[in-house]
């Protein structure tokens, strides 16, 4: 039914919204698959400059999908984790990963 592909249309637009751009579903990936990173160590792992960085990790923690842990000490570091929630995008991210691993093989094969 028609509505039912809107339903549909809709839930994956909201997926989108909520993990678009270039780099979210990347930095869920590190941080799913390798645990808790520093600031720095995120930058490096991923290639993302600090100013985009900072801004992709805020945007995931407006949607509880990443936990920010300021830790004291000198100088302080914060220690980014994703959150349980975000463990629920495991399936997702790992399902991308055989997806582009099996695309890339074909496109070299052909």
């Not at 997926?15 to 930095?27: A, R, S």
């Not at 990936?29 to 991923?46: C, D, P, Q, V, Y």
């Not at 980014?80 to 070299?108: C, F, N």
Request: proline fraction near 4%; glycine fraction near 6%.
């Amino acid at each position: 039914s028609d509505l039912a592909c809107t339903n549909v249309h809709s839930a994956i637009q909201d997926t989108l919204y909520v993990v678009n751009g270039k780099w979210k579903l990347l930095l869920l990936s590190i941080l799913i698959n390798e645990g808790t990173k520093r600031f720095g160590e995120l930058a490096r792992a991923s290639g993302i400059s600090p100013r985009i960085l900072s801004k992709e990790l805020h945007e995931l923690e407006l949607n509880q999908l990443v936990s920010r842990q300021v830790c004291p000490t000198k100088p302080v570091t914060v220690e980014y984790s994703a959150t349980p929630y975000a463990g629920t995008l495991k399936e997702v991210i790992d399902a991308m990963i055989r997806w582009g691993q099996r695309h890339k093989q074909k496109l070299v094969r052909s």
